[in-house]
């Protein structure tokens, strides 16, 4: 469907870029981001982390240390290793890369994205009051962006419920607050 889509459109995007741009462009960074996401979408992360890994050295090569090109790329890369199963090593990339986002588009979609991930792996991890707090002001940003309704919000507000019902569970075993 409109993953192998975007696949087919980015390669395309690729070869003309090979052709027309220098070989270590930003430009040429840009595409490999998004068609390394594509892939980890598809679930090809093997793929999808060589072209991150390409992505991220072009960035850090031909922009400032603190550039939101390259957090963007380091947000992809946590992505994708969220999907590979490798939290521990994705949460050190989404950290990475939202540090830079706090700092240069502290409401924006991919600061969301950062936050939504290290939600999840921290909910994972069983550290809850971070998975919340992380959650929680992904859920924010989302709804300040988002029509009230859309998966992106949903996504969120599903996974900050299975926070809110752990930490209640929790609370429960303790003996504290059960209904």
Known sequence: GAIDESIKFY????????????????????VKRDLALSYGRKGHTDKAVELITESIEMNKQHLPENHPETAKSLV??????????DLNEAGVHLQSGLSILLKTLPTSQPTAVALYWLGFIALHGGQLADAQQ??????RLRQATYPRGHSKIVSAETLLEQVVEELQSRECSIGDNCM
Request: charged fraction near 15%; proline fraction near 3%; include cysteine.
């Open 11 to 30: 390669e395309r995007a690729m070869d003309i870029f090979s052709h027309h741009l220098p070989q270590h462009s930003t430009s040429v960074a840009t």
């Open 134 to 139: 992380h959650l929680t002001e992904c859920l």
């Open 76 to 85: 992809v890369y946590g992505f994708i290793l969220c999907k590979k199963g």
